[in-house]
Every structure is written in structure tokens, then in C-alpha cells.
């Protein structure tokens, strides 16, 4: 070798040295590959905003009453869409579509995602899955569990105690290596996120109650017992965490990587339409879009139409459905209401409001609700 080369040579060798010594520090800031379930998230998503609230649990204890209007419309199958927490389980385990696409403007979301993936992927039934989730010892025999009652295991969680320090810190430790394999790359502040979200399961076990930022938590909203405990109208317990078929469906599509959790804003300019171009180029067609009360806020900002827009973008099934949710701060007590319930869950054939909307129909949201209701 030339004398010359000598010195270029020994500074390639410490650079290739050091950056293999930096490698494990910097891994989880490396950009994964499209084709990844990361990659997906990261090439579907855009900036993420703020929603007034971390949501870890939802707010609608009216959200099964919507059921038997999908059966009756045929919604099955299909993409599902979706906003929010782990309601959105309890839609897929019923209407199995073939994959979903959880949108929400809060990254928190993202995570808290994150979080619940882990959870399925470690839990072999649903009370397992409940009990990682509020760190609370699992029964003996989980296999004998797989039929039981969404009472018994409620009753399991909240008799149970709190698991000690040692067995909450290994847990919280086998939660974070499996999201670290899922790829995603998390900052030191997403990790303390998701660990936050999972301490106030902990803490609350299933007392705990939707609130949003620097509010008293509202004695009319559900504890998250009440949400599984709820009833669809035909007086069955459909919860994903009541019916042990659903949850198994739910974790399937978990294990293979088909619930999405994308960070963006249904009215925005990026996220929904690459959700939307993805669908269409696996030759796939949206079934159900589970909205919430996001519309609400929609009208009172000016972009509802650019949310329908977005939505005019999607393959849509025959038979797809929109899932709403109201309250009576949005609008007041409509028909559908149960006596017990704060809100009131509607659908609407897709179809039928995108067409109500091209012709101007909707110009203020009651118009939209009261077409809901019809």
C-alpha cells in the first residue's frame, strides 16, 4: 500500500469503528423501511396536533347501539377507518374487515396504539390482555377463561390486587421490547408517553374515566368498567373484551400488522388521501368509518368540506357505513338516546352523505345529525 494511502486508510477504520459502536444508541432513530409496518405508519402520517385530551379510554357509552343497524346494512368485510382509542376494537371485532386504518390528529394516539398492540401480542386471552393492561396478576388456568362471562372478568380485575414493584417493573420492561420490535421510531419522550398511559391503567384499573386536559373527570361520562359492562340493544355484551371471537379477531389482525395507527387530521391535506391511495392500490374498499363526534368540531372550524373531500377519495363498499357519535353539548338529546347514556352513537350509509353533501345539504352539523337520525 502507498505510504500516501496509510493515514486515509486508519481514518476509514476509526470512522467504521465508531459508527459501530454508535449504532445501538442511534437504532431507533433510523428511518424504517416502507414495506414495514413502521415504515407504513411513517409514510402514511403527517405532523400531529393537539385534541384537548389523551382519550385513553372513550366517552360513548352509547357506542354499541349502533350494532344491529350494521347488520342490518350489511357492513362487513372491507377497510375500516377509524378515530380514537380501543373502541375502535369492538367495531372491527364485529364488522372483521380485512384491515384497519386508525386516523387521529394526536400522535399520543399513535402510541397509546402502540401500547395496545404490545398488549395483544403478550396476552393469549382476554383476561390476560386486561390484566397486563391494569398490571394485575392473571388467574391460574387462563385457558379454562376463554368462555367466561365479561362479568367474571371484571370481577378478576377489580378483586385483584395491584401487582408489587418488582413483577410492574419487569412487565412495563417486557411491554417496551415489544414495541421496540414493532420498529417504530420513539424519541425518550414517546417512551416516557407510553409508559405514562399504561401507569394510569395501572392506577385506575377499570375506574378509570375519560377526561380531557386540566378538566375534573364529568360524573356523566362511563368508567371504563361501564364501557365493558354495556349492553347493544338486543341486551348482548359485545364488547371486544366480552366476546372472546372478537378479541381473537382483533389480536389476529394485530399479529399481522393490519391495524394501522396513522398520525394525521381527517381534514388535512396528507394522511387521509396516502390512506386513501394506499386502499385503492391493494385493490381494497372501505366498509366503515367510525368518525366519533370529530364533525362536530369540523363545522365549527369551516372544514367539514375538506373532510369530505378526503372522503370522496376512498373505494367505497356498497354497503359502507359512517359511525358517528353525539353529545348533548354538540347538539342536544336526539330519539335514539338511552336514559343512562351521555351520548347518542348513529349511523348513515356512506353513500348517502357524500351525496346529501354535493348538493349543499349539510350546511350546518344539526343538518347532518337530524340526516343521521332519519
Known sequence: MPARLRPIVRVALVIMCLSAALWPARADRQAPRATTFAGLIERLSERGGDFGGDNLISNEQSYLQVLPALVTAGTTGGVYLGVGPDQNYTYIGQIKPVAAYLIDIRRDNMLLHLLFKALFSLSSTRVEYLSLL?????????????????????????????????????????????????????????????DGFHREFMQAGLSLVFRARGLPARDYYPSFRDLLLESDPLGRRLSFLADESAFHYVKSLHARDLIVPVVGDVAGTRAMRAIATHIAGKGEAVSSFYISNVEQYLFQQGRFGAFVENVKLFPLTAQATMIRSVFPSGFGRLPPSQPNHYSTSLTQPLAVMLADAGAGRYRRYSDLVLASVR
Do not use: C, M, Y
Open 134 to 194: 391494569a398490571a394485575r396478576p392473571s388467574p391460574a388456568n387462563l385457558e379454562s377463561w376463554r368462555g367466561a362471562d365479561v362479568e367474571r372478568v371484571v370481577a378478576h380485575i377489580d378483586a385483584a390486587r395491584p401487582l408489587p414493584d418488582s413483577p410492574r417493573l419487569a412487565l412495563q420492561a417486557r411491554v417496551e421490547t415489544v414495541i421496540a420490535g414493532f420498529g417504530v421510531p420513539l424519541s425518550a419522550s414517546d417512551k416516557a408517553t407510553v
